[in-house]
């Protein structure tokens, strides 16, 4: 069994910054990938940031320059960090990992529960 829960969304007001955990935990034997994923109403969910095992990171277009994503190995957890908020930034965020629970096989993706953020104009 594994889990992914997040944290620390929330209400922010435009140009403002919050900060994003997701901390894995259960059987874990090992990750690959981990990343952040967004989904606003009547929208599809789409990538907002990812990271590597070996810290390579991706950012999508619109986030470009204002967000950070990092990860603790040792804790199994991602961050995201995000700046210049704007009204468009408004969606569930949902945290992701690419990881493995035997030492074989392939890695699945697991997905947390998703943490509303809200940015007002």
């Known amino acids: 069994q594994v889990q992914l829960v997040e944290s620390g969304g929330g209400l922010v007001q435009a140009g403002g910054s919050l900060r994003l955990s997701c901390a894995a935990s259960?059987?874990?034997?090992?990750?690959?990938?981990m990343g952040w994923y967004r989904q606003a109403p009547g929208k599809q969910r789409e990538l907002v940031a990812a990271?590597?095992?070996?810290?390579?990171?991706n950012y999508a277009d619109s986030v470009k320059g204002r967000a950070t994503i990092s990860r603790d190995n040792a804790k199994n957890t991602v961050y995201l960090q995000m700046n210049s908020l704007k009204p468009e930034d408004t969606a569930v965020y949902y945290c992701?990992?690419?990881?493995?629970?035997?030492?074989?096989?392939?890695?699945?993706?697991?997905w947390g529960q998703g943490t509303q953020v809200t940015v007002s104009s």
């Open positions: 990271i590597s095992s070996g810290a390579s990171t």
């Open positions: 992701n990992a690419r990881l493995k629970t035997e030492g074989w096989g392939l890695p699945s993706d697991y």
């Open positions: 259960g059987s874990i034997f090992s990750i690959n990938a």
